[in-house]
Nanobody, 115 residues
């Protein structure tokens, strides 16, 4: 398995940017898919973005063109760049590593978008 630790959340004004990081406890080179999810209060946890080992990316419609997922296998880290933030982007953001044998989640990092 792997332990995942998210960081980079905070308070930002509408239109602002943040970069979230997901640091893994070991190499992620062998983990094909890494994903980000988010959960707002009272709502279900929703998919935000995914990236595979070849670098192909996939985004939820709500964030296309504003968020960018990337991975640095040498640093065992996955990133999520959040641009043009909207109040509706406010949520706890979670990193996820799904594999056929196990699935890992981080503890989440809070993103607040408010003026």
């Amino acid at each position: 398995q792997v332990q995942l630790v998210e960081s980079g959340g905070g308070l930002v004004q509408p239109g602002g940017s943040l970069r979230l990081s997901c640091a893994a406890s070991r190499s992620i080179a062998s983990i094909n898919i890494m994903r980000w999810y988010r959960q707002a209060p009272g709502k279900q946890r929703d998919f935000v973005a995914g990236i595979n080992s070849a670098g192909f990316t996939h985004y939820a419609d709500a964030v296309k063109g504003r968020f960018t997922i990337s991975r640095d296998n040498a640093k065992n880290t996955v990133y999520l760049q959040l641009n043009s933030l909207k109040p509706e982007d406010a949520a706890v953001y979670y990193c996820n590593a799904p594999t056929p044998q196990w699935e890992a989640w981080g503890q989440g990092t809070q993103v607040t978008v408010s003026s």
